[in-house]
T-cell receptor, first 110, second 111 residues
Framework: KQEVTQIPAALSVPEGENLVLNCSFTDSAIYNLQWFRQDPGKGLTSLLLIQSSQREQTSGRLNASLDKSSGRSTLYIAASQPGDSATYLCAVRGTYKYIFGTGTRLKVLA | DAGVIQSPRHEVTEMGQEVTLRCKPISGHNSLFWYRQTMMRGLELLIYFNNNVPIDDSGMPEDRFSAKMPNASFSTLKIQPSEPRDSAVYFC?????????FGPGTRLLVL
């Protein structure tokens, strides 16, 4: 049974810092991995999607990497801003359904 | 595109009442998912439809929960009778191929 873990559970950093969020999963037989952002009281917004054959994806200040063999993914946020404050969720897809991690709650201080 | 639309956005009801949550997926998306999010259990998949057909309902917690998708543009999740432990945020998501688009959620409180 696939399990997805995210570390740390919460993170508080000053504005401008580069930071890394971690996601690990127990079953390497995945179809793809997605990183989502969730603002308080809102739904989830897809940030980056990495197919199982890919090693990384980039969008603006965000970069996500995938190492299937070790069961790990990282989300790198460059030059963090207060607007980046949110919960970030990692989700791993097997056949058709995603298994979500519990998220990292990020706060970027101005 | 308006994105995935869910209604109501908030629902407060009393234990034992029937609750119906509604979802309109993005036009052209052939997959629809219902999720439940709680502090204790995080985000859990309840049921998955593909081309309006339920494919996997193993996440539906018990017989009090039922879901339908009568056509490609509408789905419902019903709880009957509702219990306080059903209090959560319920999300609907739709997708075409890989990327899922989430609705804003329905925040349900059962007293």
């Amino acid at each position: 049974k696939q399990e997805v873990t995210q570390i740390p559970a919460a993170l508080s950093v000053p504005e401008g810092e580069n930071l890394v969020l971690n996601c690990s999963f127990t079953d390497s037989a995945i179809y793809n991995l997605q990183w989502f952002r969730q603002d308080p009281g809102k739904g989830l917004t897809s940030l980056l999607l990495i197919q199982s054959s890919q090693r990384e994806q980039t969008s603006g200040r965000l970069n996500a990497s995938l190492d299937k063999s070790s069961g790990r993914s990282t989300l790198y946020i460059a030059a963090s801003q207060p607007g980046d404050s949110a919960t970030y969720l990692c989700a791993v897809r097997g056949t058709y359904k995603y298994i979500f991690g519990t998220g990292t709650r990020l706060k970027v201080l101005a | 595109d308006a994105g995935v639309i869910q209604s109501p956005r908030h629902e407060v009801t009393e234990m034992g009442q029937e609750v119906t949550l509604r979802c309109k997926p993005i036009s052209g998306h052939n997959s629809l998912f219902w999720y439940r999010q709680t502090m204790m259990r995080g985000l859990e998949l309840l049921i998955y439809f593909n081309n309006n057909v339920p494919i996997d309902d193993s996440g539906m917690p018990e017989d009090r929960f039922s879901a339908k998708m009568p056509n490609a543009s509408f789905s419902t999740l019903k709880i009957q009778p509702s219990e306080p432990r059903d209090s959560a945020v319920y999300f609907c998501a739709s997708s075409f191929r890989d990327r899922e688009n989430f609705g804003p959620g329905t925040r349900l409180l059962v007293l």
